[in-house]
């Protein structure tokens, strides 16, 4: 999986936060769109004493909306919303509430889209295939002023991918296809891939459609089947 690194000055920041979360608890406001995702992470959430789910938005808009009322600490901003994504967001938020932290979400991970978050003004930056104890950590730190916090891949996760990668390629499908698979992986949709990639939708739809005719599937339910089956 993934792990997040962490000074010791930070583990110090988290400690001083856990004393004070015993008389404050840390507002967090929750933006995505995809329902199972909302329901799960905010159950999770719930469940934290030291939190406080404060609001769910469903864009950037809800949350420009939604933030005079709320009034989060921290808000856990999707990178692929309608409407206006997590990045467009970042902006409008940073600029009428400079104090609120934002920990961005994503189900791939991705150097450019990491330091564009972070250059946007982003606190953090969290894999939805994280554990539970690193969205507290992150969250913690994030609450604390640590500068920026981002995901490493660890050298099982790496050596895991190299072996997907290479069992792909017999198939003789592109670098850029074999990348694509592992988002399909992620639950992602079209759009959600075209704004990850920085691509169109239509070139998106063409690698789809090259992916179906090297590995012979007919459907996306016969590629989600090729997936699982071959634990890619």
Known sequence: MYKVVCTFKEQLLIGLTMLISEIAKIRIM????HPLFIEGLSMMLRREPDFELCGIANNGREVLEMLPTTNPDLILLDINMPKMNGLETIKYIKQSYPNVKIVMLSGYFDDAIIKEAKAKGANGYLLKSSQKDELIQTIKMVYSGAVFTTPQPDEPTQGEFLQNDKFLAQFNLTKRER????LIKNGMTNQDIAQNLHLS????ETHRKNIMQKLKLNSPGALMKFIIENQI
């Open 30 to 33: 929750l933006a995505d769109d």
């Open 179 to 182: 990348e694509l698979i592992q």
């Open 201 to 204: 939708v239509y070139t998106v």
